[in-house]
T-cell receptor, first 113, second 112 residues
Framework: NAGVTQTPKFRILKIGQSMTLQCTQDMNHNYMYWYRQDPGMGLKLIYYSVGAGITDKGEVPNGYNVSRSTTEDFPLRLELAAPSQTSVYFC????????????FGPGTRLTVL | GENVEQHPSTLSVQEGDSAVIKCTYSDSASNYFPWYKQELGKRPQLIIDIRSNVGEKKDQRIAVTLNKTAKHFSLHITETQPEDSAVYFCAAMLFNDYKLSFGAGTTVTVRA
């Protein structure tokens, strides 16, 4: 199993550009999450999904969109990138129960200039 | 939503000494409390977790204690080693929720 994979690893965007961060898991997990990690700020939840076709906002959803058409994939879309979106983005997944470990992807380091 | 505060933000210990990190949470309906370790440039990984029906849990050199009345939980690392140097995050989950609220993290440095 590859676990949770994310692409790209690094990306530099200009203000106003758009991009999609890809996330795939091969563990047949129902729950998937997107977090952003800013220095000294911990992990903030952007969006989450409890299954294919179901998504919901987390703590900091503004400027982002998600979709979940399959169990495996949970892409995060940034529209009109802003410097405030410079961060490290982590995708995570977990099995059906609320008490199960969240498995994280390796992260995408995004810089918006 | 749940609010989790974590202290201290940085912790430096001598190799072999113990390290303690404390977290407080705001919502008494929270019932699941995991701890994640993140080494430099790596992804967070679960190291231990505790549910609200348990007061303490141990796994070799690490342990977590939970005080539901005071709404705080702590991570204890004994006999620290250089490989324990990392950022540690506590988190809390509300009953029947799917989302974790994370603390801001503690950077632990183990001095040789």
């Amino acid at each position: 199993n590859a676990g949770v994979t994310q692409t790209p690893k690094f990306r530099i965007l200009k203000i106003g550009q758009s991009m999609t961060l890809q996330c795939t898991q091969d563990m047949n997990h129902n729950y998937m999450y997107w977090y952003r990690q800013d220095p000294g700020m911990g992990l903030k939840l952007i969006y989450y999904s409890v299954g294919a076709g179901i998504t919901d906002k987390g703590e900091v959803p503004n400027g982002y969109n998600v979709s979940r058409s399959t169990t495996e994939d949970f892409p995060l879309r940034l529209e009109l990138a802003a410097p405030s979106q410079t961060s490290v983005y982590f995708c995570a997944s977990s099995y059906l129960s609320s008490y199960n470990e969240q498995f994280f992807g390796p992260g995408t380091r995004l810089t918006v200039l | 939503g749940e609010n989790v505060e974590q202290h201290p933000s940085t912790l430096s210990v001598q190799e072999g000494d113990s390290a303690v990190i404390k977290c407080t949470y705001s919502d008494s309906a929270s019932n699941y409390f995991p701890w994640y370790k993140q080494e430099l440039g790596k992804r967070p990984q679960l190291i231990i977790d505790i549910r609200s029906n348990v007061g303490e849990k141990k796994d070799q050199r690490i342990a977590v204690t939970l005080n539901k009345t005071a709404k705080h939980f702590s991570l204890h690392i004994t006999e620290t080693q250089p490989e324990d140097s990392a950022v540690y995050f506590c988190a809390a989950m509300l009953f029947n929720d799917y989302k974790l609220s994370f603390g801001a993290g503690t950077t632990v440095t183990v001095r040789a």
